[in-house]
């Protein structure tokens, strides 16, 4: 069983700053990519950004500049800083892992609870 366990969302102003945490936990052999998700009331949950296993990034570009993900691997953590922040950012943020539970199976999908990140002044 594999947990992801996120944090950091809140409300905030426009223009303003919030830094998720997202931790995975429990049989975890190795993870390849970890990412986030965003999904707005009556919307499709829509990718944020991703950082794969050797470190290449990508972002949905409607957040190039703004935000930035990075990853501790030795934590199993990943983390989205999110700056300059706007009133369509507003939405439930969820961490993406790809895990492999043991040695030569195929990673499977988890997902956070999700986190709710509003802006709003």
């Known amino acids: 069983q594999v947990q992801l366990v996120e944090s950091g969302g809140g409300l905030v102003q426009p223009g303003g700053s919030l830094r998720l945490s997202c931790a995975a936990s429990?049989?975890?052999?190795?993870?390849?990519?970890m990412g986030w998700y965003r999904q707005a009331p009556g919307k499709q949950r829509e990718l944020v950004a991703v950082i794969r296993s050797g470190g290449r990034l990508t972002y949905a570009d409607s957040v190039k500049g703004r935000f930035t993900i990075s990853r501790d691997n030795a934590k199993n953590t990943v983390y989205l800083q999110m700056n300059s922040l706007k009133p369509e950012d507003t939405a439930v943020y969820y961490c993406n892992a790809e895990v492999q539970i043991t040695k030569g199976t195929i990673p499977e999908d988890y997902w956070g609870q999700g986190t709710q990140v509003t802006v709003s002044s």
């Open positions: 429990g049989s975890i052999f190795s993870i390849t990519d």
